[in-house]
């Protein structure tokens, strides 16, 4: 949530983070910013607590390499 600048607030006010974002260019253009609250981040967040966090954050950096081009000859990345 800080990474969304969403800052000490509480989680009822999720949904009101993404009323003026491109939420088509961030998700996809199937997924509307209303089903995006604060009932749906709890949903989410508790299916992650049964994975590794860090796995789940390889595979979309993963993909994000491979989608954009992204140059790995800089970087710092290693999977524990």
Known sequence: M??????????YLFSHFFEDKAIEHLLGERIKGEVLNNDKL??????????KLTRIFIIIELSLINKYGISTKYSHFYIF
Do not use: H, R, T
């Open 2 to 11: 800080n990474g969304f600048a969403f800052v000490s607030q509480p989680l």
């Open 42 to 51: 709890g949903i989410v967040m508790d299916k992650l607590s049964k994975y």
